[in-house]
């Protein structure tokens, strides 16, 4: 069973910043492309970054090109989120998830999930 716990949300004002992390266990943690979501109230979950297993491909949304950097340290099974110039327009439950050996742009392409961590971006 792989589990995929986050840590590291919370309530920041704008400007600042936030390093999210996801704990992979159960899983050979190097054979996943991994994958940040967000999903703010209303609106449909949306994939922010990824990572290749190696961490030598990513991709980023448009939103949070520039500001948001992925990153994974597979000695640690462990993938972060540095989350820079926050806005408002950030806030939301930042998910993370596995997916197979390549990662993909929908949820649907992700078969392991983390029960989410808020973030929280006051003006």
């Known amino acids: 069973q792989v589990q995929l716990i986050e840590s590291g949300g919370g309530l920041v004002q704008a400007g600042g910043s936030l390093r999210l992390s996801c704990a992979v266990s159960?899983?050979?943690?190097?054979?996943?492309?991994m994958g940040w979501f967000r999903q703010a109230p209303g609106k449909e979950r949306e994939l922010v970054a990824a990572?290749?297993?190696?961490?030598?491909?990513?991709y980023y949304a448009d939103s949070v090109k520039g500001r948001f950097t992925i990153s994974r340290d597979n000695a640690k099974t462990t993938v972060y989120l540095q989350m820079n110039s926050l806005k408002p327009e950030d806030t939301a439950v930042y998910y993370c998830a596995a997916a197979g050996s390549i990662y993909g742009l929908g949820p649907d392409e992700y078969e392991y999930w983390g029960q989410g961590t808020q973030v929280t971006v006051s003006s």
């Open positions: 159960g899983s050979t943690f190097s054979g996943y492309a």
């Open positions: 990572i290749s297993r190696s961490g030598g491909n990513t």
